[in-house]
């Protein structure tokens, strides 16, 4: 048993050898781990929004909200209680035109993220 201050007790494997030996390494541990928060990551340029950039972010949401607007309709439709019967290719055209959209949504959400955080980092 090891009386650590604070009022801590631990127990260890071992003798007192052993216990010296883990709290050095223990302290070289904590120490490289201080160095490495110490040491500054490189500065990252902060790229200014290029015209098209900023375009591209004005009109994101109108965009989303289209695509949005688009994925709610196929969903409405694949919520019919007829949809099922219909013919398969149109069912699954429907299908994968309403997975298609969610692709498209996410890749939409990802830029507008993109392009806020670039944003924000310039300010």
């Known amino acids: 048993m090891v ?24 302290a070289k541990s904590i120490e490289s781990d201080k160095k490495s928060v110490k040491e500054k990551p490189k500065s990252v340029k ?6 098209n950039d900023q375009r ?4 994101l949401p109108a965009t989303i909200e289209q695509l949005e607007a688009k994925q709610t309709e196929l969903n409405n439709q694949i ?31 990802a830029r507008w993220d993109e392009l806020e955080l670039m944003t924000e980092n310039n300010e």
Do not use: C, I, R
């Open 46 to 51: 902060k790229k200014k929004l290029s015209y």
């Open 79 to 109: 919520n019919t209680p007829t949809f099922y019967q219909q013919d398969h290719d149109v069912v699954a055209q429907t299908l994968k035109a309403l997975e298609s959209m969610e692709g498209e949504l996410e890749v939409s959400y």
């Open 3 to 26: 009386f650590e201050g604070s009022g801590q007790v631990n127990e260890y494997v071992g003798g007192y050898a052993d216990w010296q030996q883990y709290k050095t390494e223990l």
């Open 56 to 59: 591209e972010l004005a009109q």
